[in-house]
């Protein structure tokens, strides 16, 4: 069934949202290459097509290797790949997407406290809930990744 193009259905809501993507992209104190790779961790998470497909070009875009960027699911086995604020990035991701089961434990948070200052652990939490928010658009209204066969 074809959905709805939900940016012209709702441009209000559409801009609302794109101004919070505009707000975590350029308004926070994050690394570019950080915020993108959270948005990848967060949508293969949520299993969005098109959001892999494009914070994957963009990682690789900004001279991440393709090595690095393939073992992004798996990170937590390939840890000498990424470093100390990669890896609290991306497990403070896991915990906060999946808030349903994980309850955002006191021990995530102190680990990601204990290498993030708190307004970036609260802008990185934002950069992860804008994601979240983005992805379940793109999937609900089907959004094709840019990929050809």
């Known amino acids: ?30 690394p570019d290459d950080l915020i993108h790779l959270v948005f990848l961790r967060v949508s293969q998470i949520n299993g969005c097509a098109h959001c892999i497909d ?12 393709i090595d690095k960027v393939v073992l992004v699911p798996v990170w ?29 434990s006191d021990e995530a948070y102190s680990a990601a406290l204990s290498i993030f200052e708190e307004k970036e652990l609260v802008e990185l939490t934002i950069v992860i809930a804008a994601m979240n928010a983005i992805n379940r658009m793109g999937i609900s209204f089907r959004m094709k990744p840019r990929a050809k066969a």
Not at 54 to 65: F, P
């Open 1 to 30: 069934m074809e959905r709805p193009n939900w940016f012209q259905v709702s441009g209000e809501g559409a801009k609302a949202l794109g101004a919070l993507h505009h707000y975590v992209t350029t308004g926070t104190n994050l």
């Open 76 to 104: 937590n086995e390939a840890t000498y790949l990424f470093s100390d604020l990669e890896r609290a990035a991306l497990a403070w991701s896991e915990e906060v997407t999946r808030v349903s089961e994980t309850h955002a």
């Open 54 to 65: 494009i914070h994957t070009r963009d990682l690789i875009k900004s001279g991440m290797s």
